[in-house]
């Protein structure tokens, strides 16, 4: 069993019920004001042991930094090509990729991640 730890915590209550998917370093900023002895490798650490456990989602999209959600129910995202916002994707399961991918596969498929990418509907306003 991993030991609790006050950072652990803080990073978790921090990212619990947040829709903005922060990076690392946001994180740090926002929880050094109230932990001032906190490094940014403590914060790294704990999120990859957070995500490693299940409890948060780690999300990269290949380019930049990666972000995190406190929300770790499997979900999808959506990326916005223009301001780099992700935005959680409320829609209908589309699990049933799975079984499509695994048609011609002779392997095991155990899951997915799908994202979608776009202009979000402030940036739609703006272009």
Same mark, same amino acid.
């Given at each position: 069993? %991993?030991?609790?730890?006050? +950072?652990?915590?803080?990073?978790?209550?921090?990212?619990?019920?947040?829709?903005?998917?922060?990076?690392?370093?946001? %994180?740090?900023?926002?929880?050094?004001?109230?932990?001032?002895?906190?490094?940014?490798?403590?914060?790294?650490?704990?999120?990859?042991?957070?995500?490693?456990?299940?409890? %948060? +989602?780690?999300?990269?999209?290949?380019?930049?930094?990666?972000?995190?959600?406190?929300?770790?129910?499997?979900?999808?995202? @959506? @990326?916005?090509?223009?301001?780099?916002?992700?935005?959680?994707?409320?829609?209908?399961?589309?699990? @049933?990729?799975?079984?499509?991918?695994?048609?011609?596969?002779?392997?095991?498929?155990?899951?997915?991640?799908?994202?979608?990418?776009?202009?979000?509907?402030?940036?739609?306003?703006?272009?």
């Amino acid at each position: 069993m %991993i030991k609790r730890s006050k +950072q652990r915590d803080s990073i978790k209550e921090f990212l619990s019920g947040r829709t903005d998917h922060p990076t690392a370093e946001f %994180i740090y900023s926002h929880l050094r004001e109230e932990m001032p002895n906190l490094s940014l490798g403590t914060v790294y650490r704990n999120l990859a042991l957070l995500a490693e456990l299940g409890e %948060i +989602q780690k999300i990269s999209n290949g380019t930049g930094p990666d972000h995190f959600d406190g929300n770790a129910k499997p979900h999808n995202h @959506f @990326f916005c090509k223009n301001c780099g916002r992700i935005i959680d994707l409320e829609m209908k399961s589309i699990n @049933f990729i799975d079984d499509v991918a695994a048609e011609g596969f002779p392997g095991r498929i155990d899951g997915h991640v799908t994202h979608f990418y776009g202009d979000c509907p402030d940036c739609l306003k703006t272009h």
